[in-house]
């Protein structure tokens, strides 16, 4: 996963997106064949290029887009199963075309870089979108729901409807998100998965990553020590609670976590 920490730790690395959360996708499918997926997104933006003239404008390029991706090949949000990890994987979601808001916008985001078309990812509270922008207009475009063409107040009204945020109030949220903070983004929501399915081994391998790129963000080592300790690595989890205590000397959570120190103490004792 060389590349995809490169990406993490830099948010200058030239790595592109695709190639990092095809590996960070190798987690749930190990030894999974990266040129075969890459590939996959380069005959998807040949046919959709195939479609447009030279002069094409943007709505043109949405249209070529949303046409094959939502109409011919059917990709759609998974709203049936929207915590399989596999929605988060895009690999998968190129094979089975079924994704979930930011995977299915990573699509598109992709695509669109192979056609030197400018597409960034917009993370809204809740759900996640991308924005064309060119000299001459901007879109906002919701893969999740078929490629659906968002004007403002459909924005503000989406982020009202999943997260309960006023958007009017904080503008700022359409601001372009960087590659690196859609990798977090998606890691953040695996981590959440994992360890809501109680797998543990694959949660362990997030959170590692999300320290790496993260490292004096105290919450996830608080995550990684209750992993260690469903693993029954007391010591992992101990080295794991001591630096969440360094780092988030007044939490809340102090009396608890020094209860869990203290526990692993006795335990470490009893092997004595």
């Not at 190639?19 to 040129?35: N, Q, R, T, W, Y």
Request: hydrophobic letters at 45%; aromatic letters at 8%; charged letters at 25%.
């Amino acid at each position: 996963m060389q590349r995809l920490l490169e990406a993490l730790r830099d948010e200058r690395s030239t790595v592109t997106l695709d190639v990092a959360a095809l590996e960070l996708a190798s987690i749930e499918f190990p030894g999974l064949d990266i040129p075969a997926a890459t590939f996959r997104l380069d005959n998807l933006a040949e046919q959709i290029g195939s479609q447009l003239t030279e002069n094409a404008s943007g709505l043109d390029f949405i249209k070529a887009t949303n046409e094959l991706l939502f109409e011919v090949l059917q990709f759609r949000g998974n709203e049936e199963d929207y915590y399989d990890p596999r929605n988060s994987c895009l690999n998968s979601v190129l094979m089975r075309r079924l994704g979930i808001p930011i995977s299915l916008s990573i699509v598109y985001i992709e695509v669109a870089r192979r056609l030197r078309r400018v597409v960034y990812g917009v993370g809204l509270p809740g759900h996640f979108i991308v924005a064309y922008e060119d000299k001459q207009a901007r879109y906002w475009v919701d893969p999740f729901h078929s490629g659906r063409i968002l004007s403002f107040a459909d924005c503000c009204a989406l982020a009202k409807q999943t997260a309960g945020v006023d958007l009017r109030a904080n503008p700022a949220v359409l601001a372009p998100v960087t590659k690196r903070q859609i990798l977090v983004r998606m890691l953040s929501n695996l981590k959440a998965i994992y360890l809501r399915g109680e797998a543990f081994e694959k949660a362990r391998q997030v959170l590692d990553l999300l320290i790496d790129a993260m490292p004096e963000y105290a919450e996830e080592y608080r995550h990684r020590a209750v992993v260690h300790l469903r693993q029954q690595n007391h010591r992992a989890a101990k080295a794991d609670l001591e630096k969440y205590l360094r780092l988030e000397p007044n939490t809340p959570e102090r009396e608890q976590v020094e209860k869990q120190l203290l526990l692993i103490e006795k335990w470490k004792a009893g092997l004595n």
